[in-house]
């Protein structure tokens, strides 16, 4: 996947069946469900694939246990269906994670071991294993740092864990190896319309030459996620908010504060939301919260009420407290959730099923969803578009479709950091072996290597620090200050490789910087 070529195929190209807006997880799985079909089909992505909501997640694939207990029993269905098929076509970057209740009233551990029955249940066959009740004893064998005070028995539970921005390169790659094209840095200024005002493509620019293209195309489809209310401004006459974004937050603390395989669920929390605490990458990321923002952005800051809230609910379950000084990487993540019909309603009640709207222009836009169901939301998006006569008919063929990179569990050493490239390992490591000077570590304390970085640049369209250290090797994510130590030769990988000179590796490294700043807690910001 090189960006030089995806541009030729750009230029090259006078009419599209199908342009897509926005590289995050429901944009890049309509490309691929697009391309599979036989479409002509085009994506742009205005800075880097998964760059906002789709690398922020709680690294979850999952049926939502909260939806279950809200009653939406169709969205919960459909998510754990999706979850199963994941599992399948992307086994190298989703894996089978056991989740531990820990109860404090006896009651408890009944009401959820029957509740999650009925989760088990609407998995089908697509199960990842069944849930059972634990003695007190288990629970504390299987959470060792969980409050033993108060603590009556527990329940277990099957649920999916993944690498959500690799698994947005890994849709990149597999819609281009689909025949899609596929841009990042390419942003869409414009609708263009004919004399009935239907749209018939776009206008975008290349963010690095600052080159203008005007794109035609049969169907427009808006997959801008937090940023959808704007390219409606760019679509209606009247504006309407079609979106309104919710925060989440997640803390990052060493291994130490949840030792062993499992994760840790919190069903309730002071003000009824869920908390998960999830081993991810040798780390655990504790979140999340669900908090109503005016403003969307591209890095959006954790609030203070945020991170008390994360921490002093981790604390009581926790028997080993973390404390903000325990805090490796605070990231905050907004959720697009389509715009409540009642104003007022607390986002936590807004549902998270997808919607899809087609404009009277012809857009077709689709608000809500979650990263699990990214593959049915594509789906429904190209066959509501075949359904509006925009596209001949073609059948959906994603359902078993591989991601680039899925590789049998048997073969995968989930050991070995390596394992979330799945079948490009090998090419990695003949990486090393031809420039041996590429084994070198990234941070001391990691097992990142420059191979990495090379890789992500020649073959996963990175292109700058923040693309490789927080969506390729996840580094900022893990760690904030780790990541700005290693900013400096970063940069310096990627311009040996891109060409640039040293005024663009010390603007990089400082832009770099101010977006890292973000990841700390507030003391050291």
Known sequence: ?????????????????????????????????????????????????????????????????????????????????????????????????????????????????????????????????????????????????????????????????????????????????????????????????????????????????GINYNIKGAIVINATGVFTNAIMKLNDKVYKKYIVPSQGIHLVFDKSFLPGEHALMIPKTKDGRVLFAVPWHNHVVVGTTDTLIKKQSLEPIALESEIEFVLETAQRFLAKKPTRADVLSVFAGLRPLAAPKEEGKSTKEVSRSHKIIVSETGLITITGGKWTTYRKIAEDIIDKAILKGKLPKKPCITQHLSIHGNKPTTTLDREDHLYIYGSDIAKILQLQEEEPELKEKLHPDYEFTLAEIVWAVRYEMARTIDDILARRVRLLFLNARAAIEVSEKTARVIAKELGHDENWIAKEIADFKATAKGFFLSEFR
């Open 1 to 209: 996947m090189n960006r030089s070529e995806q541009l030729l195929k750009l230029q090259n190209t006078e009419n599209w069946d199908v342009i897509i807006i926005g590289g995050g997880a429901s944009g890049l799985g309509t490309a691929i469900d697009a391309a599979s079909r036989g479409y002509k089909t085009i994506l742009l992505e205005a800075v880097d694939f998964a760059k906002g909501t789709s690398s922020r997640s709680t690294k979850l694939v999952h049926g939502g246990v909260r939806y279950l207990a809200q009653g939406d029993v169709h969205l919960v269905r459909e998510a754990l269906k999706e979850r199963g098929l994941l599992a399948q076509n992307a086994n190298h970057l989703v894996k089978n994670q056991s989740f531990v209740i820990p109860n404090y009233h006896w009651l408890s551990g009944y009401f959820y071991t029957i509740g999650l029955k009925i989760y088990d249940l609407l998995s089908g066959g697509l199960s990842l294993g069944s849930s059972k009740y634990l003695s007190k004893k288990k629970t504390i064998e299987m959470l060792p740092n969980v409050e033993e005070d108060g603590l009556v028995n527990g329940v277990i539970y099957h649920d999916g864990q993944f690498d959500d921005s690799r698994l947005a390169v890994n849709l990149a790659q597999t819609a281009v190896e689909n025949g899609a094209c596929v841009l990042n840095y390419t942003k869409v200024v414009n609708l263009l319309k004919d004399n009935n005002n239907q749209i018939t493509g776009v206008q975008a620019v290349d963010q690095e030459t």
